[in-house]
């Protein structure tokens, strides 16, 4: 693996500074660190050691890991996703608004790994059970009809047995 140069961390910090509004002054009061610190911090000049990321990373209100492995004392565990990738460097977004965005996209992959097709052939949906294929219908030929019907606004209620 790569390390990171150390004035990364710095810029990152910076960045995610001036995008949470908070002056330096003020995060390295949160910190606890001293103003010229966090300026050398922040210009590549010193590399934090993991107790000042995560107090810095609380004075931020970011998660102590994503600071941790941009310094590069941690790997990322599970490569991010591209969705995930863009999400995460986007310089237009808060803190807040990445978090959010990835926490909505992780429910979405969650429940779509939740109703993915078993070995065989059906989708378990804790709402309604399983069913063939997905599609609630009894054959392919039934799927291909009852869709063509709903594009074409032509439903039909099924006739009820007994």
């Known amino acids: 693996m790569e390390l990171p140069k150390v004035g990364s961390i710095g810029e990152y910090i910076r960045d995610q500074r001036t995008q949470a509004k908070i002056s330096l002054r003020q995060l390295a009061s949160q910190a606890g660190v001293s103003n010229p610190y966090l300026s050398q911090i922040e210009r590549g000049l010193r590399k934090p050691s993991a107790e000042i990321l995560n107090q810095i990373a609380k004075g931020l209100r970011i998660s102590s890991q994503a600071l941790y492995v941009q310094a590069g004392l941690i790997d990322d565990r599970v490569p991010d996703s591209d969705v995930l990738a863009a999400i995460r460097s986007d310089p237009h977004l808060s803190e807040r608004q990445r978090q959010v965005l990835i926490d909505i996209y992780e429910s979405f992959r969650k429940e779509t790994h939740a109703e ?42 099924e006739p009820k047995e007994g």
């Open 116 to 157: 993915a097709p078993d070995q065989a052939g059906y989708v378990t949906d804790a709402r309604t059970g399983p069913e063939p294929d997905g599609t609630g219908a009894e054959s392919v030929e039934e799927a291909a009809t009852s869709s063509h019907a709903a594009r074409n606004g032509r439903v039909q209620p």
